[in-house]
Protein backbone atom coordinates (compact mmCIF):
# COMPACT_ATOMS: atom_id res chain seq x y z
CA UNK A 1 0.00 0.00 0.00
CA UNK A 2 2.54 2.23 0.81
CA UNK A 3 4.31 1.59 -2.67
CA UNK A 4 1.51 2.07 -4.02
CA UNK A 5 0.92 5.57 -2.45
CA UNK A 6 4.09 6.39 -3.71
CA UNK A 7 4.40 5.51 -6.99
CA UNK A 8 0.37 6.70 -8.01
CA UNK A 9 1.27 10.14 -6.45
CA UNK A 10 4.59 10.46 -7.80
CA UNK A 11 3.28 10.04 -11.37
CA UNK A 12 0.47 12.31 -11.02
CA UNK A 13 3.61 14.96 -9.51
CA UNK A 14 6.11 14.31 -12.71
CA UNK A 15 2.81 14.46 -15.65
CA UNK A 16 1.97 17.62 -14.37
CA UNK A 17 5.28 18.68 -14.66
CA UNK A 18 6.24 17.61 -17.92
CA UNK A 19 3.22 17.94 -19.71
CA UNK A 20 2.67 21.46 -20.58
CA UNK A 21 -1.52 20.71 -20.81
CA UNK A 22 -1.80 19.84 -17.35
CA UNK A 23 0.14 23.66 -16.17
CA UNK A 24 -3.34 24.56 -15.01
CA UNK A 25 -4.47 25.53 -11.35
CA UNK A 26 -6.21 22.55 -11.29
CA UNK A 27 -3.02 20.51 -11.74
CA UNK A 28 -1.43 22.79 -10.14
CA UNK A 29 -3.58 21.95 -6.70
CA UNK A 30 -3.16 18.29 -7.38
CA UNK A 31 0.22 18.33 -7.50
CA UNK A 32 0.70 19.42 -4.04
CA UNK A 33 -2.03 17.47 -3.04
CA UNK A 34 -0.06 14.49 -4.12
CA UNK A 35 2.83 16.03 -2.46
CA UNK A 36 0.68 16.23 0.67
CA UNK A 37 -0.17 12.55 0.52
CA UNK A 38 3.26 11.33 0.43
CA UNK A 39 4.60 13.11 3.04
CA UNK A 40 1.21 12.11 4.93
CA UNK A 41 1.74 8.47 4.31
CA UNK A 42 5.68 8.45 5.38
CA UNK A 43 4.86 9.97 8.61
CA UNK A 44 3.24 6.67 9.83
CA UNK A 45 3.52 4.05 7.40
CA UNK A 46 7.76 3.70 7.69
CA UNK A 47 7.46 3.62 11.02
CA UNK A 48 4.55 1.07 11.52
CA UNK A 49 5.94 -1.42 9.15
CA UNK A 50 9.25 -1.27 11.04
CA UNK A 51 7.46 -2.58 14.10
CA UNK A 52 5.31 -4.69 12.18
CA UNK A 53 8.83 -6.56 11.24
CA UNK A 54 10.85 -6.45 14.67
CA UNK A 55 10.11 -7.68 17.90
CA UNK A 56 10.91 -4.63 20.24
CA UNK A 57 7.90 -1.92 18.77
CA UNK A 58 8.44 1.35 20.22
CA UNK A 59 8.81 5.07 19.75
CA UNK A 60 10.65 7.78 21.50
CA UNK A 61 9.18 10.49 23.53
CA UNK A 62 9.95 13.26 20.80
CA UNK A 63 9.57 11.05 18.02
CA UNK A 64 5.62 10.68 19.52
CA UNK A 65 5.44 13.94 19.80
CA UNK A 66 7.14 14.74 16.37
CA UNK A 67 4.71 11.75 14.55
CA UNK A 68 1.40 13.68 15.90
CA UNK A 69 2.40 17.08 14.93
CA UNK A 70 2.47 16.44 11.41
CA UNK A 71 -0.15 13.96 11.44
CA UNK A 72 -2.43 16.56 12.44
CA UNK A 73 -0.28 19.45 10.13
CA UNK A 74 -0.66 17.62 7.46
CA UNK A 75 -4.41 16.64 7.75
CA UNK A 76 -5.19 20.33 8.66
CA UNK A 77 -3.28 21.35 5.09
CA UNK A 78 -5.57 18.80 3.14
CA UNK A 79 -8.41 20.33 4.52
CA UNK A 80 -7.48 23.65 3.40
CA UNK A 81 -6.37 22.29 -0.27
CA UNK A 82 -9.73 20.47 -0.68
CA UNK A 83 -10.96 23.90 -0.55
CA UNK A 84 -8.97 25.72 -2.68
CA UNK A 85 -9.53 22.95 -5.13
CA UNK A 86 -13.37 23.26 -4.64
CA UNK A 87 -13.22 27.11 -4.90
CA UNK A 88 -10.84 26.82 -8.37
CA UNK A 89 -13.23 24.33 -9.64
CA UNK A 90 -16.10 26.66 -8.62
CA UNK A 91 -14.54 29.49 -10.66
CA UNK A 92 -13.73 27.25 -13.52
CA UNK A 93 -17.69 26.47 -14.28
CA UNK A 94 -19.51 29.43 -12.92
CA UNK A 95 -17.35 32.61 -13.98
CA UNK A 96 -15.48 31.05 -16.54
CA UNK A 97 -14.57 34.26 -18.30
CA UNK A 98 -12.98 35.78 -15.42
CA UNK A 99 -11.35 32.53 -14.67
CA UNK A 100 -7.75 32.86 -16.06
CA UNK A 101 -7.83 36.20 -14.66
CA UNK A 102 -8.55 35.55 -10.56
CA UNK A 103 -7.15 31.97 -11.12
CA UNK A 104 -3.60 33.27 -12.19
CA UNK A 105 -0.92 31.90 -11.53
CA UNK A 106 0.52 34.09 -8.34
CA UNK A 107 -3.13 33.37 -7.02
CA UNK A 108 -2.92 30.21 -7.20
CA UNK A 109 0.38 29.99 -5.57
CA UNK A 110 -1.02 32.74 -2.33
CA UNK A 111 -3.39 29.80 -2.20
CA UNK A 112 -1.39 27.21 -1.37
CA UNK A 113 1.07 29.21 0.44
CA UNK A 114 -1.86 29.89 3.19
CA UNK A 115 -3.26 26.46 2.87
CA UNK A 116 0.56 25.48 4.14
CA UNK A 117 0.84 28.26 6.96
CA UNK A 118 -2.35 26.97 8.50
CA UNK A 119 -1.74 23.29 8.44
CA UNK A 120 1.64 24.81 10.18
CA UNK A 121 0.66 26.86 12.32
CA UNK A 122 -2.94 25.97 13.65
CA UNK A 123 -2.04 22.65 15.69
CA UNK A 124 1.00 23.37 17.24
CA UNK A 125 -0.46 25.20 19.93
CA UNK A 126 -2.53 21.71 20.90
CA UNK A 127 0.80 19.63 20.60
CA UNK A 128 2.68 21.36 22.27
CA UNK A 129 -0.11 21.48 25.63
CA UNK A 130 -0.48 18.04 25.12
CA UNK A 131 3.01 16.66 25.90
CA UNK A 132 3.97 18.83 28.35
CA UNK A 133 1.46 16.77 31.03
CA UNK A 134 2.67 14.21 32.85
CA UNK A 135 2.67 10.85 32.04
CA UNK A 136 3.61 8.19 34.57
CA UNK A 137 2.55 5.01 33.40
CA UNK A 138 1.72 2.66 31.30
CA UNK A 139 3.60 4.00 28.45
CA UNK A 140 1.84 1.72 25.37
CA UNK A 141 -0.41 3.11 23.14
CA UNK A 142 -3.36 0.78 21.82
CA UNK A 143 -3.21 2.28 18.35
CA UNK A 144 -0.93 2.41 15.24
CA UNK A 145 0.66 5.61 15.76
CA UNK A 146 0.55 8.33 17.87
CA UNK A 147 -2.61 9.83 17.69
CA UNK A 148 -4.73 12.61 19.77
CA UNK A 149 -6.94 10.16 22.07
CA UNK A 150 -5.05 6.94 22.76
CA UNK A 151 -2.27 9.74 23.49
CA UNK A 152 -4.42 11.48 25.59
CA UNK A 153 -5.49 7.66 27.37
CA UNK A 154 -1.79 7.60 29.00
CA UNK A 155 -1.69 11.15 31.04
CA UNK A 156 -1.67 11.12 34.46
CA UNK A 157 -4.05 14.67 34.83
CA UNK A 158 -7.24 15.55 33.86
CA UNK A 159 -7.47 15.83 29.92
CA UNK A 160 -10.54 17.84 30.02
CA UNK A 161 -9.44 20.51 28.67
CA UNK A 162 -7.20 19.23 26.00
CA UNK A 163 -10.03 17.17 25.07
CA UNK A 164 -11.83 20.38 24.51
CA UNK A 165 -9.02 22.12 23.04
CA UNK A 166 -9.16 19.55 20.33
CA UNK A 167 -12.75 19.35 19.11
CA UNK A 168 -12.55 23.14 18.99
CA UNK A 169 -9.70 23.28 16.91
CA UNK A 170 -11.26 20.21 14.64
CA UNK A 171 -14.71 21.91 14.48
CA UNK A 172 -12.74 24.82 13.41
CA UNK A 173 -10.17 23.07 11.09
CA UNK A 174 -13.00 21.21 8.98
CA UNK A 175 -15.86 23.20 9.33
CA UNK A 176 -14.31 26.33 7.73
CA UNK A 177 -13.15 24.42 4.50
CA UNK A 178 -16.28 21.96 4.36
CA UNK A 179 -18.19 25.27 4.22
CA UNK A 180 -16.62 26.53 1.51
CA UNK A 181 -16.88 23.16 -0.62
CA UNK A 182 -19.85 22.87 0.61
CA UNK A 183 -21.00 26.83 -1.10
CA UNK A 184 -18.82 26.12 -3.88
CA UNK A 185 -20.62 23.14 -5.19
CA UNK A 186 -24.04 24.19 -4.64
CA UNK A 187 -23.48 26.95 -6.70
CA UNK A 188 -22.21 24.86 -9.04
CA UNK A 189 -25.10 22.83 -9.19
CA UNK A 190 -26.73 25.25 -9.58
CA UNK A 191 -24.78 26.60 -12.55
CA UNK A 192 -24.53 23.23 -14.44
CA UNK A 193 -28.46 22.34 -14.16
CA UNK A 194 -28.62 25.37 -16.09
CA UNK A 195 -26.89 24.60 -19.13
CA UNK A 196 -28.52 23.24 -22.16
CA UNK A 197 -26.49 21.23 -23.25
CA UNK A 198 -26.22 17.66 -21.88
CA UNK A 199 -23.08 17.09 -23.03
CA UNK A 200 -22.06 20.20 -20.90
CA UNK A 201 -23.43 19.02 -18.10
CA UNK A 202 -21.66 15.66 -18.08
CA UNK A 203 -18.31 17.36 -18.77
CA UNK A 204 -19.06 20.01 -16.06
CA UNK A 205 -20.19 17.15 -13.67
CA UNK A 206 -17.00 14.94 -14.60
CA UNK A 207 -14.40 17.58 -13.69
CA UNK A 208 -15.50 17.86 -10.18
CA UNK A 209 -16.44 13.90 -9.49
CA UNK A 210 -13.39 12.84 -8.52
CA UNK A 211 -13.09 16.13 -6.07
CA UNK A 212 -16.41 15.00 -4.74
CA UNK A 213 -15.34 11.56 -4.00
CA UNK A 214 -12.04 12.73 -2.45
CA UNK A 215 -13.43 15.48 -0.05
CA UNK A 216 -16.61 13.00 1.18
CA UNK A 217 -13.80 10.36 1.93
CA UNK A 218 -11.70 12.11 4.07
CA UNK A 219 -14.04 14.76 5.90
CA UNK A 220 -16.28 11.59 6.45
CA UNK A 221 -13.68 9.52 7.77
CA UNK A 222 -11.76 12.54 10.01
CA UNK A 223 -14.90 13.97 11.06
CA UNK A 224 -15.54 10.06 12.19
CA UNK A 225 -12.65 10.28 14.04
CA UNK A 226 -11.86 13.50 15.90
CA UNK A 227 -15.66 14.39 16.12
CA UNK A 228 -17.66 11.91 18.05
CA UNK A 229 -18.77 11.92 21.15
CA UNK A 230 -15.89 10.09 23.57
CA UNK A 231 -17.93 7.22 24.28
CA UNK A 232 -19.47 6.50 21.12
CA UNK A 233 -16.62 3.65 19.44
CA UNK A 234 -14.43 1.41 20.91
CA UNK A 235 -10.62 1.39 20.23
CA UNK A 236 -11.38 -1.08 17.22
CA UNK A 237 -13.51 0.77 15.31
CA UNK A 238 -11.20 4.27 16.09
CA UNK A 239 -8.14 2.58 15.00
CA UNK A 240 -10.17 1.20 11.84
CA UNK A 241 -11.32 4.72 11.25
CA UNK A 242 -7.45 6.05 11.65
CA UNK A 243 -5.97 3.49 9.17
CA UNK A 244 -8.60 4.38 6.71
CA UNK A 245 -7.88 8.10 6.60
CA UNK A 246 -4.35 7.98 6.96
CA UNK A 247 -3.42 5.14 5.13
CA UNK A 248 -5.87 4.07 2.88
CA UNK A 249 -7.36 7.30 1.33
CA UNK A 250 -3.80 8.41 0.20
CA UNK A 251 -3.37 5.19 -1.54
CA UNK A 252 -6.60 5.59 -3.30
CA UNK A 253 -6.81 9.27 -4.29
CA UNK A 254 -4.54 9.05 -7.37
CA UNK A 255 -6.69 6.06 -9.00
CA UNK A 256 -9.78 8.29 -8.06
CA UNK A 257 -8.14 11.27 -10.10
CA UNK A 258 -6.42 9.30 -12.79
CA UNK A 259 -8.88 6.34 -13.71
CA UNK A 260 -11.68 9.26 -13.33
CA UNK A 261 -9.88 11.95 -15.97
CA UNK A 262 -9.09 11.61 -19.41
CA UNK A 263 -6.84 14.57 -19.50
CA UNK A 264 -4.65 12.97 -17.25
CA UNK A 265 -4.71 9.43 -18.96
CA UNK A 266 -4.02 11.60 -22.32
CA UNK A 267 -0.99 13.20 -20.69
CA UNK A 268 0.02 9.77 -19.90
CA UNK A 269 -0.29 8.19 -23.13
CA UNK A 270 1.52 11.44 -24.54
CA UNK A 271 4.44 10.82 -22.37
CA UNK A 272 5.10 7.03 -23.14
CA UNK A 273 4.96 7.64 -26.94
CA UNK A 274 7.01 10.13 -26.60
CA UNK A 275 9.35 8.14 -24.13
CA UNK A 276 8.95 4.98 -26.40
CA UNK A 277 9.73 6.84 -29.53
CA UNK A 278 12.87 8.57 -28.26
CA UNK A 279 13.74 4.94 -26.92
CA UNK A 280 13.39 3.64 -31.01
CA UNK A 281 14.79 5.85 -32.44
CA UNK A 282 17.90 5.95 -29.95
CA UNK A 283 18.05 1.76 -30.92
CA UNK A 284 17.58 2.82 -34.79
CA UNK A 285 20.41 5.19 -34.76
CA UNK A 286 22.89 3.00 -32.87
CA UNK A 287 21.69 0.22 -35.26
CA UNK A 288 22.51 2.41 -38.49
CA UNK A 289 26.04 3.19 -36.73
Not at 168 to 186: D, N, Q, R
Not at 238 to 267: C, G, H, W
Request: glycine share 4%; aromatic share 12%; proline share 5%.
Amino acid sequence: MYSLTLLGNGLIIILTLVDSALHTPMYFFLRNLSFLEICYTTVTLPKMLANFASEVKNISFAGCAAQMYFLLSLGTVECYLLAVMAYDRYMAICCPLHYPVIMNQKACAQMTVVSWLCGILMPLGNVVWIFTLPYCGPNKINHFFCDVPPVLKLACADTTMNEMSILALSVLITLSPFLLVLVSYIRILFTVLKMPSAKGRHKAFSTCSSHLIVVTVFYGSASAMYLHPKSSHSENIDQLVALFYSIITPMLNPMIYSLRNKEFKDALRRTLSVRTSHTLSKHSLLYRT
